[in-house]
DNA sequence: CGTTTGTTTGACGTCCTTCAAAAGCAGTGG
DNA sequence: CCACTGCTTTTGAAGGACGTCAAACAAACG
């Protein structure tokens, strides 16, 4: 019996399960990195001013300076590149438990900008804190490091994608992908998970137009690869689908150091 | 009077200038990132191998363990992603003064590979003594990340060209990239520097076919807003190429912090 | 309910790929 | 000095994956 959120919510459920904390981040962190119980205490006691979103409303504007991180609670949140005719590229999209933008705490003036993609959760870190932390205990410090070199990984892993494989490889790897993370988050089993993103935003993402991704998602759910539908992926057959993809999780782990 | 690299050498030139050191890293440090003296000391007196690759060999295999950074002092090395049908995709291209894998410091299971676009000398670093040096020295943790997090930000910008630009505009962007990078380097000038790549590595960088690469070379060489010939890119205008490029560089920098 | 936002469908166009081969160029050895 | 070999660049012709434009349909929302 399981009691993951039900489709859209993401994180958004009424009881205090989801607590609106920074538990899952420690649990991101401690997953990938070994910390000492001290650390743990500075990181879980960190202060953060909770911020609601709206769907589609901008978290951070590129050019800005930022000067507190932004976490998110609950929903799901996207990193994008800005063009100038105002067409955009999603380059991120951050699950609950992602610190989107760990690494604006390195470089605070923006060339990304963030965006809620759902009505979203969001918890604010101001860097000072995080930067105070990082000096003075500098195995959090290689903590955060490895946390934005995975963040890197992603998008390298993205980059592939986009570059050499075609339109339904590029969903079955997306799909596997946010599969794994939800999984290692809890929020979710990776085989059939809450996933509420518009078509036009999954383009944004994939580098296609909104009517190819439409046409493309309906191919795959013909063949019963994988469906979405709902605002929910549901993946009958991993295996199948990851084939698709040529998905190695091996790229989201790390052996905690 | 400008004693730059001749064409097709990148650092390879017999006098000492190009020294087999760390100090263009350092300089590369310093640029994002302030130092203290002795940090600036510690870094300098990293203990390094000299290794020297021929063209197209592997430095780093997905899948291996590395234990030492690699760094280049001469030549062009490119990050890569393999797929299993054998073809590549070019994630990141490293120049003189770069490391090209910081981020296995942290992460040192290897998800990319590693290979000289052309005959390269690098050094490698322990990971040992990077490591020990950014936990002795959290202000150095701090700029590594701060480092790979510069990285991280390049391939960003990389993943919205591919996903939203025409060929023409995604050479274009690169070569105002590579011009900038060249120039921060103290390589060459940002509107003419050797770039020593052959066109199938250019195809697995931008997600093109060579022979599609090469068909929009020639017409970008046409309309004269940029000539690559001879191991060389020569920028005449380069307004006009940032202009098709919609690039603007400060993604590239970062004030001393 | 009416308005807004998101999904689906159709027809047509194009940028880029695929396949195949010729031509240029550097290195190697006779 | 030339023949030989391998690698890179260049060219041609034909096809396909995806884009563009436009409109109908469906769902969400106040």
Redesign the interface.
Known sequence: MSNYPTPATLGHSKAADHAADLSRFLKRLTRHSRLAPEEIDAVTSLKFRTAPVGPHRDIVSP?QTVNEACYVAAGLVG?F?Q??DG?R?I??IHIPGDMCDL?SV????A??SLTALTRSITLRIPHEDL?AL??????V??A???D??????V??????N????NAQARFAHLFCEMGMRMEFAGLAERTGYPFPIVQSDLA?A??LTAVHVNRTLQAMRETGVVEFRDRRVTIPDWAALAKLA?F?D??L???P?
């Open positions: 050019g990193r590149d063009m100038l067409s590229q380059t991120a690494h390195v470089l605070p003036t060339s990304w930067r990082a000096l003075e205990r500098p195995n410090a290689i955060f490091w490895r934005t070199a995975l963040d890197a990984a998008i390298g892993k993205w980059y592939g986009l570059g050499s494989k944004d994939t580098g040529e190695d091996s790229y782990l790390s052996v150091h």
